[in-house]
């Protein structure tokens, strides 16, 4: 069985929140820090989600972007205060402001600095939306992961997912393709093909020239004394 694609995700008010703050950073760069949850199948983990992303205090110009220690240090008392854990703070984000996205000899001095003795997920953005990520393990040794496929997280309530589950499922009706023999313009109907194509045209699903086209000849022959 073929694994699903391993994957970062950004919770999408996270994101937003993320977005907003980079257009206000205008042509400068600007750096957070982001809580992780693991969604997992069993012990396994299958994706790593951005929950939420902190701003802090620090000294940005076009080119670099300085976190202040004291401010990293408060959000982790903040943190524990209102019982979140602060091991789930493994999460480095930056952005290259007007610049392509990628990893700079700081950067990766950087995602060294971070090691916790277990990982860390770094993602680099620009004011064009661009997102280049990776995942660094500390332990047994330092290893980086590349390149993670990253997507915005839209989680959906069952109640929701129900909802609209039960629309889609009452306006969206699948037919089988037609089979097509070997002369491109003409279809290799069965009598059920040929009656489910009578019920497409009927039901509006397709004009009098697709059913034409498909049925292979002219619904007109016979009125026009066509072969």
């Known amino acids: 069985m073929k694994q699903p694609e391993f994957m970062i995700l950004i919770d999408n008010q996270a994101y937003t929140k993320l977005r907003h703050f980079i257009e206000l950073s205008n042509h400068d760069e600007i750096s957070f820090l982001g809580l992780i949850d693991e969604i997992k199948d069993g012990d396994q983990i299958q994706a790593l989600l951005v929950s939420d992303i902190y701003l802090l205090d620090q000294t940005v110009t076009p080119i670099e972007t300085t976190l202040a220690n004291k401010a990293v240090a408060d959000l982790m008392i903040e943190l524990a205060s209102t019982s979140i ?8 984000i930056h952005s290259h402001a007007d610049m392509k996205v990628f990893w700079s000899v700081t950067d990766d001095d950087c995602c060294s600095t971070l090691a916790n003795g277990s990982y860390s997920v770094s993602i680099v953005t620009n004011s064009r939306g661009d997102i280049l990520s990776r995942i660094d393990v500390y332990q ?8 993670v496929a990253t997507r915005i997280h839209y989680p959906l309530s069952s109640e929701i997912s129900e909802l609209y589950t039960t629309e889609f499922q009452s306006k969206v ?7 097509r023999s070997k002369d491109r313009n003409k279809a290799a109907l069965t009598l059920d093909d040929q009656n489910e194509l009578e019920q497409a045209l009927d039901q509006g699903y397709i004009n009098i020239y697709e059913y034409q086209e498909l049925a292979g000849f002219s619904v007109f022959d016979d009125v026009c004394g066509g072969a």
């Open 173 to 179: 009706k699948r037919s089988k393709p037609l089979p």
């Open 85 to 92: 854990d602060v091991s789930r703070l493994k999460c480095w």
């Open 140 to 147: 047994p040794c330092h290893m980086t992961l590349d390149k």
